[in-house]
């Protein structure tokens, strides 16, 4: 039986890590939620995630400091981002920098689930974000 893939969420927002933490568990993902960077940052077990979804805007490190500091700890590690920050700049430097997707809040399940399943193929990214 083939391990189910475990994502890592990253939001200081309760309601979405709630939310997406149940959405994966329906859709037959594991994942862990985080309250911020420092809290996923600090975990032993960081370079085990087969992806991590997280916010731009945190408290904090953000999320673009965050990937900043993932790409030395766990580079392959492919990283969505969700946000309610419609800045093309952010946008721009998170896609530039590797991130697997940025995408706006609110975000249909079936485009995230989409990303994620790309993500997690390590296949090419899908074309619309």
Same mark, same amino acid.
């Given at each position: 039986?083939?391990?189910?893939?475990?994502?890592?969420?990253?939001?200081?927002?309760?309601?979405?890590?709630?939310?997406?933490?149940?959405?994966?568990?329906?859709?037959?993902?594991?994942?862990?939620?985080?309250?911020?960077?420092?809290?996923?940052?600090?975990?032993?077990?960081?370079?085990?995630?087969?992806?991590?979804?997280?916010?731009?805007?945190?408290?904090?490190?953000?999320?673009?400091?965050?990937?900043?500091?993932?790409?030395?700890?766990?580079?392959?590690?492919? *990283?969505?981002?969700?946000? &309610? =920050?419609? %800045?093309?700049?952010? $946008?721009?430097? !998170?896609?530039?920098?590797?991130?697997?997707?940025?995408?706006?809040?609110?975000?249909?399940?079936?485009?995230? *689930?989409?990303?994620?399943? &790309? =993500?997690? %193929?390590?296949?090419? $990214?899908?074309? !619309?974000?």
């Amino acid at each position: 039986m083939l391990k189910a893939p475990v994502i890592a969420i990253v939001d200081d927002d309760d309601s979405v890590r709630e939310a997406l933490s149940d959405l994966l568990q329906v859709t037959g993902f594991a994942s862990r939620a985080f309250a911020s960077a420092n809290a996923l940052l600090s975990d032993a077990a960081i370079d085990d995630f087969d992806c991590i979804i997280t916010d731009v805007r945190m408290p904090g490190i953000d999320g673009i400091q965050l990937q900043a500091r993932l790409r030395t700890l766990c580079p392959a590690t492919p *990283l969505i981002f969700i946000t &309610s =920050a419609h %800045d093309p700049a952010t $946008r721009n430097r !998170a896609l530039e920098c590797g991130a697997h997707a940025y995408l706006a809040k609110p975000i249909g399940d079936d485009v995230l *689930l989409a990303h994620l399943e &790309s =993500a997690l %193929d390590r296949g090419e $990214r899908p074309g !619309a974000r």
